[in-house]
């Protein structure tokens, strides 16, 4: 079975492949400027922000970077409909990038889900050892007072 394709390497893909479809948009058709050139940052700010996320200096900031890029995803796959609605003699490429679009969104709303379970996890673990914790210090300062006023 083959080793699935990296998500950076699949964005950067995809980025291509959106730069690539702006220029026909923007040189064949009267559509808007402007709705191409969403769809173009969008497309490519997936990928910038999973570049980004391999320099996050935390495991929050890590999923706040894959959020962004999940966010930017959903973004360009509307203005892909949107352009496909409107240009129906464009349908073919737009079919290969909306799949490639849905299959990034999927991947990386499975990412975001697995980090966001994972700090849940860990927050409410460090919330169970503080109670803990709290509970053994009242235990022993009762203790302690129980000692000290024997002795006296």
């Avoid at 050139?37 to 996050?56: F, P």
Wanted: net charge positive; charged share 25%.
């Amino acid at each position: 079975m083959a080793k699935p394709e990296p998500i950076h390497d699949r964005s950067f893909r995809f980025a291509l492949g959106i730069l690539r479809f702006y220029r026909i948009v923007t040189s064949t058709t009267d559509l808007p400027r402007h709705l191409s050139t969403q769809m173009l940052r969008s497309g490519t700010a997936i990928g910038a922000n999973l570049e980004e996320a391999k320099s996050a200096y935390s495991r929050r900031d890590l999923a706040a970077k894959y959020a962004i890029g999940l966010r930017e995803g959903r973004e360009c796959h509307y203005w892909l409909r949107l352009i496909r609605r409107d240009q129906p003699q464009l349908v073919k490429q737009i079919d290969d990038l909306l799949d490639e679009c849905d299959q990034l969104i999927a991947i990386l709303t499975t990412i975001v889900r697995k980090l966001r379970i994972e700090r849940i996890g860990r927050a409410a673990t460090a919330g169970v050892i503080v109670l803990v914790s709290a509970f053994v210090l009242s235990d022993l300062l009762s203790n302690f007072w129980l000692l000290s006023s024997n002795l006296s």
